[in-house]
Every structure is written in C-alpha cells, then in structure tokens.
Nanobody, 124 residues
Framework: QVQLVESGGGLVQAGGSLRLSCAASGVTFSTHVMGWFRQAPGKEREFVAAVRASGRSTSSADSVKGRFTISVDNAKNTVWLQMNSLKPEDAAVYYC?????????????????WGQGTQVTVSS
C-alpha cells in the first residue's frame, strides 16, 4: 500500500525559506517518478518539480527554477522540496505525488498516488 505524507508547510514572510518533506512508503524511487505539485484557491493543480531515477534526474517549473530544489533521501524514502526566496504567489497547498516510471518524467495525469497536502502561506 502506497502512502505519501507531506510535512513542513507553514507561514513564512516573502523572501524566506521552507523545506517540505514527503515520507513515502510502498514506493521504490528507482521505479517511480516523485513529484511536487501545488494548488492555490480557484486555480488548477500545477506542476512544481519532479525527480526520477533515485534522484539522478530532476525537472522543475520555470516559475520556481533557481529558487526551489527537489531531492531525495533514498535511505529514508523521503522526498524534499527546498523552497527559497518565497513569493506571495507561491502560496498554495503543496502535494507530493508518485507515478510509476523510471526513464522519463510524467504528465500530471501519470501520477497515481497523491498525499493529502501541506499548506504554504507567504506573507508580503
């Protein structure tokens, strides 16, 4: 049974940092793509960043490039999202997701498993 549990959200001032974590069980990082998505009120859930091949390859949205970093701890089966230089527009519920695949990144529809989300609030 796959379980994804996010933590690390909270309230931060603009320009600040947060690190989100996703504790994954029932998922093997070598055979799954792990992703972070976010959803702000009234907006669609959007891609933030993804990692595959046990952390050897990453991808991120243009809106967060240079500010957010995705990484994995294979020993702890945990996915991290380090978020720096946060902006008010980064405020959203952040979701961890997993989908089977090793050789390519997945579209949003390709992710099978989703966590419950963690709230990130950025004050201006």
């Amino acid at each position: 049974q796959v379980q994804l549990v996010e933590s690390g959200g909270g309230l931060v001032q603009a320009g600040g940092s947060l690190r989100l974590s996703c504790a994954a069980s029932g998922v093997t990082f070598s055979t799954h793509v792990m992703g972070w998505f976010r959803q702000a009120p009234g907006k669609e859930r959007e891609f933030v960043a993804a990692v595959r091949a046990s952390g050897r390859s990453t991808s991120s949205a243009d809106s967060v490039k240079g500010r957010f970093t995705i990484s994995v701890d294979n020993a702890k089966n945990t996915v991290w999202l380090q978020m720096n230089s946060l902006k008010p527009e980064d405020a959203a519920v952040y979701y961890c997701a997993a989908g089977r695949g090793a050789n390519y990144f997945l579209p949003k529809s390709g992710y099978t498993y989703w966590g419950q989300g963690t709230q990130v609030t950025v004050s201006s």
